[in-house]
């Protein structure tokens, strides 16, 4: 069955950096576009950055752009996200999330990131 496993949240001071990362398993990784969500409490999953399949187109939101960095290793089906000049703001539970069929979401389990002093 479809699997993604973040890791690599935790607490981090303000302008620090986190990398996550998002192993997969159970569907066509190298054939999947990927996107990364975070969720704080009592607002909407917000989506923060995609990638396509094969890695050469990238988007991410404003509020994260020249900051945080997409990427992935199709031999490892893994997605990552490099996140740097942390902000208190940041704080949420990432989940990486990839299209499946039909109208069908395939989510993580989520990992929580905090920044705070």
């Known amino acids: 069955q479809v699997q993604l496993v973040e890791s690599g949240g935790g607490l981090v001071q303000p302008g620090g950096s986190l990398r996550l990362s998002c192993a997969t398993s159970?569907?066509?990784?190298?054939?999947?576009?990927m996107r990364w969500y975070r969720q704080t409490p009592g607002k909407e999953r917000e989506l923060v950055a995609a990638?396509?399949?094969?890695?050469?187109?990238?988007n991410y939101a404003d509020s994260v752009k020249g900051r945080f960095t997409v990427s992935r290793d199709n031999a490892k089906n893994t997605v990552y996200l490099q996140m740097n000049r942390l902000k208190p703001e940041d704080t949420a539970v990432y989940y990486c999330?990839?299209?499946?069929?039909?109208?069908?979401?395939?989510w993580g389990q989520g990992t929580q990131v905090t920044v705070s002093s």
């Open positions: 159970g569907f066509l990784f190298s054939a999947s576009v």
């Open positions: 999330a990839t299209p499946g069929p039909g109208l069908v979401v395939y």
């Open positions: 990638i396509s399949s094969a890695g050469g187109s990238t």
